[in-house]
């Protein structure tokens, strides 16, 4: 089976301090991976990095797009990266109003992204926003209230329906629960998987919180100090965990 994206010695360098290392993966159609680590272990820059928001320092991204199969995204002219970042690929930021539109309606906001990639038909757009607000569990008679009004696990799930509108094969999701209360979480944690599943999704998801981990992501990938340090299938990880680092995250949260 051919990767939906092959990720090559990945490097990115803040002056003398490491984003991230060589570091390289492959992900495959319908597979999610997690990468867990501890603030400035450099799963973030990583992410930025793939999804074309930095560009990294050395390295390839390798995305088998639609049309003329894998292609290096790193060296996509900008207009490329912004048409995939609209269609093929969606980001999930972990304070949605980081990727939501405040100023317009929450039908507004998902109708938006339909319209970015040609959708005209008024109709048809609103009717589409009323389906995706009903997946993500919005009541539709909210259609037209601005995201300002909403909480902050409705401002997520809102954020997660523009996202997915298009049908992307791919989602990069950064802290997708951190910040919501805990009850708000697990909802939200439900939703994405019952998302995911149903739509054969490829997602990259960054997190420190290993229970997302355990209920989204395939595989698992730990970094620290911008290395990738253990990975492997999360389960076997997350039970038998062989790297130093990995076995004291995994025992820190036992602890709690």
Same mark, same amino acid.
């Given at each position: 089976?051919?990767?939906?994206?092959?990720?090559?010695?990945?490097?990115?360098? @803040?002056?003398?301090?490491?984003g991230c290392a060589d570091v390289s993966f492959n992900l495959y159609p319908g597979e999610v991976l997690g990468i867990v680590g501890e603030s400035g272990?450099?799963?973030?820059?990583?992410?930025?990095?793939?999804?074309?928001?930095?560009?990294?320092?050395?390295?390839?991204?390798?995305?088998?797009?639609?049309?003329?199969?894998?292609?290096?995204?790193?060296?996509?002219?900008?207009?490329?990266?912004?048409?995939?970042? =609209?269609?093929?690929?969606?980001?999930?930021?972990?304070?949605?109003?980081?990727?939501?539109?405040?100023?317009?309606?929450?039908?507004?906001?998902?109708?938006?992204?339909?319209?970015?990639?040609?959708?005209?038909? @008024?109709g048809q757009i609103r009717d589409a926003a009323e389906d995706w607000l009903t997946r993500v569990e919005i009541d539709t008679g909210r259609m037209d209230?601005?995201?300002?009004?909403?909480?902050?696990?409705?401002?997520? =799930?809102?954020?997660?329906?523009?996202?997915?509108?298009?049908?992307?094969?791919?989602?990069?999701m950064d802290e997708p629960t951190g910040g919501l209360d805990v009850s708000v979480q697990a909802r939200l944690l439900d939703l994405l998987r019952g998302?995911?599943?149903?739509?054969?999704?490829?997602?990259?998801?960054?997190?420190?919180?290993?229970?997302?981990? =355990?209920?989204?992501?395939?595989?698992?990938?730990?970094?620290?100090?911008?290395?990738?340090?253990?990975?492997?299938?999360?389960?076997?990880?997350?039970?038998?965990?062989?790297?130093? @680092?990995?076995?004291?995250?995994?025992?820190?949260?036992?602890?709690?």
């Amino acid at each position: 089976m051919t990767p939906l994206l092959e990720v090559r010695n990945l490097s990115k360098f @803040y002056g003398a301090r490491i984003g991230c290392a060589d570091v390289s993966f492959n992900l495959y159609p319908g597979e999610v991976l997690g990468i867990v680590g501890e603030s400035g272990s450099g799963k973030s820059t990583l992410l930025n990095c793939l999804a074309g928001h930095q560009p990294p320092d050395t390295g390839e991204v390798i995305f088998d797009t639609r049309v003329e199969g894998p292609r290096d995204t790193v060296r996509m002219s900008e207009p490329e990266r912004r048409m995939l970042g =609209r269609t093929d690929w969606a980001f999930v930021h972990q304070n949605p109003r980081d990727g939501l539109r405040m100023r317009i309606s929450a039908g507004g906001n998902v109708g938006e992204r339909l319209m970015a990639v040609g959708a005209r038909h @008024y109709g048809q757009i609103r009717d589409a926003a009323e389906d995706w607000l009903t997946r993500v569990e919005i009541d539709t008679g909210r259609m037209d209230d601005r995201p300002s009004a909403f909480s902050g696990g409705m401002q997520q =799930r809102l954020q997660i329906a523009r996202n997915l509108v298009t049908g992307p094969r791919l989602v990069f999701m950064d802290e997708p629960t951190g910040g919501l209360d805990v009850s708000v979480q697990a909802r939200l944690l439900d939703l994405l998987r019952g998302l995911v599943r149903r739509m054969g999704l490829s997602a990259v998801i960054v997190t420190h919180d290993l229970a997302v981990v =355990r209920l989204l992501a395939d595989r698992l990938m730990v970094m620290k100090d911008g290395h990738v340090v253990e990975t492997g299938l999360t389960d076997q990880v997350l039970d038998d965990p062989q790297h130093a @680092y990995t076995q004291l995250l995994v025992s820190s949260v036992l602890q709690v």
